[in-house]
């Protein structure tokens, strides 16, 4: 949940993305029920209750599928090679300057 957030966070241009989850939760998660849901999560974290072997959330996991579905069709892969060339020759530049 927290990279997804944080990748809202500053997709809105909110400058630094904050540690505080519930920051995060507050201002970039508009659905009431999954807020609720996320709220309850926690609280039953907190509680010290083991949660690796629960049935999925639906409001969590259904945001969690529809922002990775989102971020894959504006996601943006490069098939150009770097330029390696040119940062091996910054490196030498580097190491002969120092050397």
Same mark, same amino acid.
């Given at each position: 949940? #927290?990279?997804?957030?944080?990748? #809202?966070?500053? =997709?809105?241009? +909110?400058?630094?993305?904050?540690?505080?989850?519930?920051?995060?939760?507050? %201002?970039?998660? %508009?659905?009431? =029920?999954?807020?609720?849901?996320?709220? /309850?999560?926690?609280? %039953?974290?907190?509680?010290?209750?083991?949660?690796?072997? =629960?049935?999925?959330?639906?409001?969590? +996991?259904?945001?969690?599928? +529809?922002?990775? =579905?989102?971020?894959?069709?504006?996601?943006?892969?490069?098939? $150009?090679?770097?330029?390696? /060339?040119?940062?091996? /020759? &910054?490196? %030498? $530049?580097? &190491?002969?300057?120092?050397?």
């Amino acid at each position: 949940m #927290r990279p997804l957030l944080a990748i #809202r966070w500053i =997709e809105q241009e +909110s400058g630094v993305v904050p540690m505080e989850f519930a920051a995060l939760v507050e %201002r970039c998660v %508009r659905s009431a =029920e999954l807020k609720a849901a996320i709220e /309850e999560l926690l609280e %039953r974290k907190k509680k010290g209750h083991e949660l690796d072997r =629960e049935p999925r959330i639906p409001a969590i +996991s259904n945001f969690i599928e +529809s922002e990775l =579905e989102g971020l894959g069709k504006t996601l943006i892969v490069s098939k $150009a090679k770097p330029a390696i /060339e040119k940062l091996d /020759e &910054l490196f %030498r $530049a580097a &190491l002969n300057e120092v050397g």
